[in-house]
């Protein structure tokens, strides 16, 4: 008999720690769940899109609404590593949880806020619940946020340290952590009030020297697609010093833009030429491989090719425009990088689309610059 | 007995125009404000009793403002006692907000939280928060100008969720997108009109499926969907664009009837008394009557044309907004009655409603114009503050107008 029940212990302790293991798998903390709501979870990690994943998710969400059986910490934790679309979902669950029992757990939210390893977005909307009615608390995270590994919270951060007057040394400081364009430009036109340069475009990680060739053919807007000999000899290595153009052979210059913002103002340059094609190219040397971002703002048709792949094409005219509007991620080798811009200029004849132009510039993945060998 | 044709024509006109009339019944004051400009778009709370000064320093009839986050454009719908309303805040305006408050006393009933899939960008006057969420009494649709679309319960729990930018990449538009979804026979209809991937589609409203996708001409286009009922008692959904006017059936996406125009891409058509009110050459009417065809033109008229804000119909007038500039028309000719500029008006973006025969417009300095509405003239009798911008259009449920201002939401009702 003793020996009997010491047997169903044993199994029920490895059932128990054989299931536990699987839970903390999926959540890290808090106990276990049933499998249909463990698959529900995962159901909504790895979504990606489209109908076969919405449906497969909308099955899912009810099936954790019904059950009620997974924690607000839970659903939270399972933003980690989930795809962006999953954290959508996982999100609407963690705020329906907190709608119903989540003031109540302000000690276990708190504690994961402080916790730099668990999902960003997920941290962020913690916060949010946190501080909504507490603006002292609010006050006093951010001013240990400068550095907050969430893009969000970072962004935050700084605007709340903006918010008062602050010397030199901080604003360095606090150059140092921004990312976002708009908060650089701002901190360095507060350093610049205290007498403090800082070269802008090359703290953004603008592209400032150019080689321009064009203009080439792009009337009735047809040509966006149209292969041009400097594309294909570009990607060869065996470029032309000069090309037939539009109406005439056209050669390469150099253009170096002094812009604070990186803009390649083609309009002026080229003299306002409409239903046209200019290709800007540019060497690009970096110390190492590494993953990277090329992030382009372009009010006009473009493409965008790094060492021979197109990573972006846009056929779009005049709709607005702004520091990284089209963001991809690219592949930098150690050595020279070779990038080519085609920027396609249509032939509206509106006011506010005379706009002929374009600022690129190389960073990480957070937005802070990386910078060619030598600038 | 000789058969009449006379007669045959004046009783069948007679019957149409009964039917006409009843499918184009104004918004009773108590019932719902389920999407943008109402119950069957028509903008009009014929039996709401709506105070004519409100705001001010001394906030008069100012029921409530509940401070909601980050900032819209888009307006507020109203399903039960909740007032239901959309933001976007955060960097970039990234985050997605979709808040649910009690319409008794201001407070916030649920509230649900997404990050932006497509891109965010938009002109600086603009949001995120562009597009107005409709309901169909069991769900609650937000839609923003990322292409982002959510779909939650009556307590706010999410039900389904889609990164259309996801799934078509190149839809999107950085001025800014701000058609507004509908929702019919189960379906949510949203119109992504651009110049990269340019659609209409069906989205099952259980489950989020796509039903069915049209192609759309590749150009911007910031007008909305709008439901109008036929004669014969068919729901089909209307579409513009600057090419375009088009009939869809909801479930299937088979288009009903398509004709070539140059309509306008901001302000949306709408239909009342059997007619069908297009900003297009100013504004255009086309009958309805006509079951399965394309309608046919009664009337155009150039003086009567809409900007931004959407005509609407009251008694036998259609009134339209340019700029600052209210202009009156005779529903059945088209024919002008009369304009008032209203002078102390900046840009006005909001559609306005109508209440007991007086007309709401706000300008986005927060003004609210108060206009009576007469046969032979509109007389501004009351310009009110509320003291925030004001870019979506108003809803009317009970003695109520709810407001959404640019970073709140205002209950105005009588004390």
């Excluded at chain 1, 913690?126 to 001013?143: D, G, Y």
């Excluded at chain 1, 006009?300 to 089209?326: F, P």
């Excluded at chain 2, 319960?153 to 990164?163: A, H, K, Q, T």
Aim: proline share 3%.
């Amino acid at each position: 008999m003793q020996v009997r029940l010491k047997t169903q212990t044993i199994r029920r302790a490895a059932i128990f720690a054989i299931g536990f293991s699987i839970f903390a798998t999926n959540f890290d903390s808090g106990d276990v769940r049933a499998d249909g709501s463990l698959d529900s979870i995962k159901v909504l990690q790895t979504l990606t899109s489209g109908d076969d994943g919405t449906l497969a998710a909308s099955k899912a969400i009810k099936q954790l609404n019904k059950a009620n059986d997974v924690t607000l910490i839970q659903s939270l934790t399972a933003m980690k590593g989930a795809t962006p679309v999953g954290r959508n979902w996982l999100l609407g669950l963690a705020n329906s949880l907190y709608g119903k029992s989540g003031k109540s757990q302000t000690a276990e939210l708190t504690k994961f806020l402080a916790d730099a390893n668990q999902n960003g977005e997920a941290r962020y909307l913690v916060f949010q619940w946190l501080t909504s009615n507490n603006a002292v608390l609010r006050k006093e995270l951010l001013a240990k946020m400068n550095q907050d590994s969430s893009p969000e919270l970072r962004f935050l951060a700084i605007d709340e340290a903006m918010k008062i007057k602050l010397e030199d040394k901080e604003l360095s400081m606090l150059l140092d952590a921004a990312r976002h364009p708009s908060q650089v430009v701002s901190i360095i036109e507060k350093l610049k009030e205290l007498g403090v340069i800082i070269d802008q475009s090359k703290q953004l990680g603008f592209v400032h020297e150019w080689r321009l060739i064009g203009p080439f053919d792009n009337v009735g807007t047809v040509n966006f697609d149209k292969v041009f000999p400097v594309e294909t000899d570009w990607a060869k290595g065996t470029v032309k010093d000069e090309y037939q153009g539009k109406t005439e052979a056209v050669k390469w210059k150099q253009h170096t833009t002094a812009e604070l913002e990186g803009v390649v103002d083609l309009a002026v340059l080229y003299e306002k030429e409409k239903g046209c094609i200019i290709y800007a190219a540019a060497e690009f040397e970096s110390d190492k491989d590494q993953d990277a971002e090329v992030r382009l703002g372009c009010i006009n048709g473009n493409k965008i090719w790094v060492n021979a792949k197109l990573v972006t094409s846009n056929e779009v005219y005049h709709t607005g425009t702004q520091i990284d509007q089209y963001a991809e991620p690219i592949r930098l080798k150690a050595g020279k990088n070779q990038i080519l811009v085609k920027v396609c200029q249509n032939e509206q004849k509106e006011q506010w689309a005379q706009d002929y132009k374009f600022q690129l510039r190389i960073c990480d993945s957070t937005g802070k610059a990386i910078l060619t060998k030598g600038r | 007995m000789r058969f009449n044709i006379h007669k045959f024509y004046k009783t069948t006109l007679f019957a149409l125009g009964l039917t006409a009339a009843t499918l184009s019944q104004p918004h009773a004051a108590h019932a719902d404000w389920p999407m943008f400009r109402g119950p069957n778009a028509g903008s009009v709370g014929i039996d709401a009793k709506l105070p004519i000064k409100f705001g001010g320093d001394e906030k008069e009839n100012i029921a409530w403002r509940t401070e909601l986050p980050g900032r819209s454009v888009g307006g507020v719908i109203v399903v039960g006692d909740q007032a239901i309303t959309t933001s976007s805040s955060g960097m970039d305006q990234r985050r997605l907000h979709l808040i649910s408050v009690n319409s008794k006393d201001g407070s916030i009933r649920w509230q649900q939280e997404f990050v932006a899939r497509g891109r965010p960008f938009c002109h600086p006057t603009s949001a995120n928060a562009a597009p107005t969420p409709a309901s169909d009494g069991k769900h609650v649709f937000a839609f923003y100008s990322s292409n982002d679309i959510a779909c939650v319960d009556l307590e706010g729990n999410l039900v389904w969720y889609r990164s259309l930018s996801t799934d078509f990449p190149k839809a999107g538009n950085d001025v800014g997108m701000s058609s507004s979804p509908v929702v019919l026979d189960g379906v949510c209809v949203v119109q992504i009109e651009c110049q990269g991937d340019s659609f209409a589609a069906g989205l099952n409203a259980e489950d989020g499926k796509v039903l069915w996708k049209l192609d759309r001409p590749k150009q911007a286009n910031w007008s909305s969907p709008t439901i109008v009922k036929m004669l014969d008692g068919t729901q089909v959904v209307i579409m513009q664009s600057s090419e375009d006017l088009l009939a869809v059936e909801p479930k299937t996406g088979k288009v009903f009837w398509e004709m070539k125009l140059r309509c306008s891409t901001i302000p949306s058509s709408f239909a009342a008394e059997g007619k069908l009110f297009v900003p297009a050459g100013g504004l255009t009417a086309f009958d309805l009557s006509s079951v399965g065809a394309s309608p046919s033109k009664l009337w155009d008229n150039n003086k009567l044309s809409a900007n931004a804000c959407s005509p609407l119909v009251v008694g036998k007038s259609v009134y339209t907004i340019s700029r600052t500039v209210l202009a009156c028309g005779d529903l059945f000719s088209g024919e002008s009655k009369w304009q008032t500029r209203l002078a102390d008006a900046k840009s006005i973006w909001a559609s306005p409603v109508v209440a007991a025969n007086n007309l709401y417009v706000f300008s986005d300095d927060g003004r609210c114009f108060v206009v009576e509405l007469g046969d032979k003239e509109g007389k501004v009798v009351a310009t009110n503050e509320l003291g925030e911008a004001v870019l979506g259009s108003p809803a009317i449920s009970g003695n109520a107008m709810y407001v959404r201002g640019v970073s709140s939401l205002w209950k105005i009702a009588e004390k």
